[in-house]
């Protein structure tokens, strides 16, 4: 009898300990043995299920008949189901526990949580079809140019010289659309190492302007820098917050019509840094804002591709101000201009 009780202390240890949910169902269809994680995900509290019998429980039908199937017929059966009222994603796995006679004592019923596996799976394949297409469109059009060159379009020089600059645009399309896949999956996979060191945003700042000096004067935008004395410098990799500046003074520069407006801002805010573009240019509506910085997200397709876009520029400032420790923001009104900005640590 003591060894009895002893074992049975082990068992309810052995399934105290377990991640998965697990139920122990008798030939009656009545609960024998649950652990913890089976009673959050039926939804009751502690000790509510042993004693109860399988049809008492709020138990998915599916998984009522699994069990039933298992204590007639003895053979194991698995499924992979979400359970109501929860969105999560379980493999569950119901086995026969038999006695010596091989006839069926008992079923066990493990549920195994893997919403996170399935999420990411769908996530990748997304993504998979995304930069294919992305891929295919300026192949597409590169193809398309090439065999209206071949078919005798070659003889006319003026229009050879036409196609073959739209087929170098569209490679060029191809190689930032790379080169924007690389850098996003190198800044992911933590391969590079952040160089951290003090810097001087406001020079940074500077430096990007300078290099963006001729996409704004053929705009004939105004660009104002606004910053106070003695801005404490931040901590960050200088290539990385270069990518960072870069982009948002390119959105703000692409996004607004000639004669438009930029003012970029650097303020303090306790330990951190703040940068702020602030355009007047088409703006973005309120349903597409929490999207902007998703990979491959783009409010006006053609637009974007008609400026070379690839909808890769904000996901790219997410990871890099994030892995700094900072945050992203972004405050919109149609036809009024966008806000865009970005928090650094101060040193
Ligand atoms: N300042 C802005 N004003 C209006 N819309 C913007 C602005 N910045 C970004 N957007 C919108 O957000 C989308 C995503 O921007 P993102 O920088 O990621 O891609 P992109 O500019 O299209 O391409 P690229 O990869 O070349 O940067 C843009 O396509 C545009 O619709
Ligand atoms: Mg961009």
Sequence with gaps: MLKLQQEQRRVKGILASMVDAVLVVDTQARISLANKP??????????????KRLEDINCDEEICSMIHQVLTTGKEVFTETTIKPTTQIFRVRVVPIKDPDDQVEAAVAVFHDVTEARNFDQMRSGFVANVSHELRTPLTSIKGFVETLLDGAMENSDTCRR??????AETDRLT???????SLSSI???ERTLHLQPVCLVRSMRSIM???GPQISEKNLHVEFIYPQ????????????????????????KYTPPHGKIIIRCRRRDSRIIISFTDTGVG??????PRVFERFYRV???????YGGTGLGLAIVKHIVESHGGEVFVDSEVGRGSTFGASFLAV
């Design 210 to 212: 300078n290099i963006m």
């Design 176 to 182: 930032r659309l790379i080169d924007d896949l690389l």
């Design 38 to 51: 089976a009673e959050d995900l039926f939804l009751v509290s502690e000790g509510d299920l042993e004693g």
């Design 284 to 289: 973005i509506p309120r349903e597409s804002l």
């Design 188 to 190: 992911e996979s933590k």
């Design 300 to 306: 006006d397709k053609a637009r974007s591709r008609k």
């Design 230 to 253: 003695n801005l404490p410098r931040i901590h960050a990799d200088e290539d990385l917050l270069g990518q960072v500046l870069i982009n948002l003074l390119d959105n703000a520069i």
């Design 163 to 168: 196609f073959l600059s739209i087929i170098e």
